[in-house]
């Protein structure tokens, strides 16, 4: 089933709102989200999201962990923060720790008449960036996709990747588009995962320490990607869409069972 982004509908939100009704459980821990954003109306340069507030959710039944990574704990649609999908929790845990994983967005999730094009290998992680806090009323969203058009190398004295030049950069779609733009992908590393299936049908928040223990370092260029081309992405179809936020990081926290955090009213 296509899923068509036509308005800015923060997917990150949405995903906050399903999985909250599971039982988020915030857990104890620390993490950095800085970078630059370039967010129309709302944000033009450095960023630091000081992140205070850490919560897990696990969904055994599709061995599958939400993240949140966020500063201060209130409603994602009031809040400044970071969410990821990470699938395959067990296989990641079992043989990619200490990978970088490639990191895009869902598949299936493309703009408005776009075709849904199969991936055979599509990324088991998804992130998102959310600003609800800083940039509301426009409710922004931007994701972490499997390329995007970045600044050239040594168009910047500072080497950055995204600017805001970048940013405003229409993407040239059609026949006329150049042969060869410079590009970017996004990666997570993870250290350590809480995989819930550990505790087979027990308590996850029986496990130990070191198995409630989730830890990783990115490096994500984010877009929207209501700015792809029509068609995506293709010699005579277009580039990738321009960055609009380069963010590098890292998060660890432990899972803990309790109260949920952000329980659904």
């Known amino acids: 089933m296509k899923i068509a982004r036509v308005v800015a509908v923060s997917i990150a939100g949405a995903l906050v709102a399903i999985f909250s009704g599971t039982g988020c459980t915030v857990g104890a821990g620390t993490g950095s989200v800085t970078g630059d954003l370039y967010v129309t109306d709302c944000w033009s340069g450095q960023f630091d999201l000081q992140p205070d507030f850490f919560a897990a959710t696990p969904n055994p039944n599709d ?8 500063r201060g ?7 400044d923060g970071i969410s990821l999908l990470v699938s ?3 296989e990641i845990r ?4 200490g990978q970088p994983l490639p990191v895009s967005l869902p598949p299936g999730v493309v703009p408005s008449g776009d075709p849904v094009v199969p991936d055979t290998n599509p990324a088991d992680v998804q992130f998102s960036l959310y600003l609800q806090q800083t940039c509301r009323p426009e409710t922004p969203g931007l994701y972490a996709m499997s390329s995007v058009t970045t600044d050239a190398p040594g168009s910047s ?21 150049p042969a060869q733009v410079p590009t970017g992908t996004s990666t997570i590393t993870f250290q ?3 995989d819930a299936t550990l505790a087979g049908d027990g308590d996850p928040g029986s496990l130990s320490a070191s198995e409630r223990l989730t830890q990783a370092t990115f490096d994500v260029l984010l877009a929207d990607p209501r700015d792809e081309c029509p068609g995506g992405v293709g010699p005579g179809i ?3 869409p321009p960055c609009r936020g380069h963010l590098t990081g890292s998060f660890q926290f432990y899972f803990e069972r309790g109260k949920p955090a952000q329980a659904f009213p």
């Open 63 to 70: 061995d599958s962990l939400f993240i949140t990574v966020q």
């Open 73 to 79: 704990s209130d409603y994602a649609n009031f809040s």
């Open 157 to 177: 004295d500072s080497g950055v990747l995204c600017s805001a030049q970048t940013a405003q950069t229409a993407a040239q779609c059609g026949p006329s588009t």
């Open 94 to 97: 079992t043989g990619m720790l």
């Open 192 to 194: 350590h995962i809480f």
């Open 238 to 240: 277009g580039p990738p």
């Open 88 to 90: 395959h929790v067990t």
